[in-house]
């Protein structure tokens, strides 16, 4: 399957269907979820109980299990909204004509940022063990499928990116686990004690060429000639450093 803005959308859609934004009874649910978002961030799964929640979303208590029947539901579905926020930001990078490695470094870069934009999902990756317990709860099925296209998309751009390559199909598996795990591990690798006083942004940017071109690489963009390089550091060295 090739990965791309379309297939990607309606695989999101196909895990966690969304209805019609100009819905009522739609807006009213994306309501409660913004609510519950920001009341599993500030307290904590379990801390947070669906009467405050419902409270905040200007609805009823009743009212609210007409639209998720159970409180960790309601997390899945929060979750859910902030990763299509984050494919929504992905979409542009995936849309235009890039070549391969230039999509993965850009894509890199932006799931570095967006980490800070996803509140649960970062709690998720720091190990919160609220919400991974019940994550763990879900139906099998539902999770698999959930890790099934994330790693499908990981491991078709990295392979598309790293051609020509020799891997097998068991090595590429162990690169895209790898790059999964540098993923997961994104809020702690871009915090503000990691980056000394870099901007996210530019640190996201060499972290992400870093990993697509290698440490020792050049930085995209015209640098100078091989030749003249060499002949100026021969110079110098002759001169004392001396022109």
């Known amino acids: 399957m090739r990965w791309t803005a379309d297939t990607i959308q309606q695989a999101m859609e196909e895990l966690v269907p969304r209805g ?8 009213k649910r994306r309501l409660i979820v913004k609510a519950a978002t920001e009341h599993f ?29 159970t409180k960790s539901d309601l997390l899945v579905h929060a979750i859910a909204e ?54 763990a709860e879900l139906e099998a099925e539902l999770r698999d499928r959930s890790f099934e296209v ?11 990116a790293a051609r020509p390559h020799r891997w097998t199909p068991s090595e590429l598996r162990e690169r895209t686990q790898v790059l999964l795990g540098l993923l997961y591990s994104a809020s702690l690798l871009t915090e503000e ?14 972290l992400a060429s870093m990993i697509v071109d290698g440490i020792a690489a050049s930085p995209p963009g015209p640098g100078p000639d091989p030749a003249t390089a060499t002949a100026t550091a021969t110079a110098t060295t002759t001169t004392g450093g001396v022109p």
């Open 193 to 206: 004690r990691a980056r000394q006083g870099l901007g996210l942004e530019r640190y996201a940017e060499l």
């Open 41 to 69: 961030t500030r307290q904590g799964y379990r801390k947070a109980s669906m009467a405050e929640i419902a409270a905040s979303a200007g609805v009823a208590k009743g009212t609210l299990y007409l639209y998720f029947k």
């Open 20 to 27: 019609d934004p100009t819905d009522p009874r739609e807006r």
């Open 150 to 160: 994330q790693y499908a998309f990981i491991a078709e751009y990295l392979d598309l």
């Open 82 to 135: 902030e990763k299509r926020r984050y494919m929504t930001r992905m979409l542009p990078i995936l849309s235009e004509a890039l070549l391969p490695k230039e999509r993965l470094r850009r894509w890199l870069k932006e799931a570095l940022i967006v980490t800070h934009e996803m509140p649960l999902v970062s709690r998720l990756m720091r190990g919160d063990r609220e919400i991974f317990e019940v994550l």
